[in-house]
């Protein structure tokens, strides 16, 4: 089966770049997403098609993809960023597929 | 704005059955694939199903195939998940979700409901 994988966990400095990365076979072709989780809270989509972010996301979020490899990107990060991220991709156009989640931590 | 709320989360019984229910408001609901996805606690997101506009077509992660439901009411604005035979391993926060279907992301959730399979 399909499988997404993320680092556990990342660490940032307010005000500093964040990257997340999320690893699958081909990724680049299948169309990425990302969501932002807060403790206690339902996800939230943060950018979908690799690189597009949906109203009412800030800009400093966006994403890109290259090969094998599709990275999430928070610049400026802010304490209210600190979340769980999971990246989500479709094996096929049925099979969905959520990455193992990286937890961000602000520091 | 768009609303899903969940409800129908409780204690069950290993072998149990549950049904879950989701209010949507705010679209056209009749227009889009709608999804469930779980939660199991401290763990990551397990997309459970979706059903299409219309209810033709049905799609099942292996883990709950055979043993769950997906179903719409147009009419209602509402989403169902029945669960059957219900294992400890499907403990977990249920959401609903707008599409998801074919490289549309889920692009809504609900707040979630809680399904504890436990004796």
């Known amino acids: 089966s399909y499988e997404l994988t993320q680092p556990p966990s990342v660490s940032v400095s307010p005000g500093q770049t964040a990257t997340i990365t999320c690893s699958g076979d081909?990724?680049?072709?299948?169309?990425a997403c990302w969501y932002q989780q807060k403790p206690g809270q339902s996800p939230v989509l943060v950018i979908y098609?690799?690189?597009k972010r949906p109203s009412g996301i800030p800009e400093r979020f966006s994403g890109s993809n290259s090969g094998n490899t599709a990275t999430l990107t928070i610049s400026g990060t802010q304490a209210m960023d600190e979340a769980d991220y999971y990246c989500?991709?479709?094996?096929?156009?049925?099979?969905?597929?959520f990455g193992g989640g990286t937890k961000l931590t602000v520091l | 704005q768009v609303q899903l709320v969940e409800s129908g989360g409780g204690l069950v019984k290993p072998g149990g059955s549950l049904r879950l229910s989701c209010a949507a408001s705010?679209?056209?609901?009749?227009?889009?694939?709608m999804s469930w996805v779980r939660q199991a606690p401290g763990k990551g997101l397990e997309w459970v199903s979706y059903?299409?506009?219309?209810?033709?077509?049905?799609y099942y992660a292996d883990s709950v195939k055979g043993r769950f439901t997906i179903s719409r009411d147009n009419a209602k604005n509402s989403l169902y998940l029945q669960m059957n035979s219900l294992r400890a391993e499907d403990t977990a926060v249920y959401y609903c979700?707008?599409?998801?279907?074919?490289?549309?992301?889920?692009?809504?959730w609900g707040q979630g409901t809680l399904v504890t399979v436990s004796s």
């Open positions: 979700a707008r599409d998801g279907f074919n490289y549309s992301p889920f692009d809504y």
């Open positions: 989500q991709a479709w094996d096929s156009t049925t099979d969905v597929v």
């Open positions: 081909r990724l680049g072709h299948k169309y």
């Open positions: 098609q690799h690189t």
């Open positions: 059903i299409s506009s219309s209810s033709s077509a049905i």
């Open positions: 705010g679209f056209t609901f009749s227009h889009y694939y």
